[in-house]
């Protein structure tokens, strides 16, 4: 059967596939790619009315490791964030 472009049916599904699975395949290619990334970013938070013995408080967000893909595949490289994160606590 041939559609109103001139390409048979079943052509135009293997092309669509392809495309798609090419789609699927780069998304996750770059996903692997950035998965090593690790941004750190300072944000100071002034909370009025917040208890005295809370002053000078540090909390530290981690989100997105997606441990055992990408770079944090083992626990050596995942304790490299807990390393990261221990250098920041000031002595």
């Not at 596939?17 to 090419?22: E, H, K, P, R, S």
């Not at 941004?39 to 055992?68: C, N, Q, W």
Request: no cysteine; glycine share 12%.
């Amino acid at each position: 059967m041939i559609s109103k472009g001139g390409m048979p049916i079943s052509s135009r599904r293997r092309v669509l596939i392809g495309v798609t699975l090419g789609l699927l395949f780069l998304f996750f290619l770059s996903s692997a790619a950035v998965s090593g990334r690790v941004v750190m970013k300072r944000v100071e938070v002034l909370l009025p009315g917040l208890p005295a013995e809370f002053g000078g408080l540090t909390i530290a967000h981690i989100s997105d490791l997606h441990y055992g893909f990408g770079r944090f595949r083992s626990r050596e490289s995942a304790g490299e964030i807990k390393n990261l994160i221990s250098s920041l606590i000031p002595s």
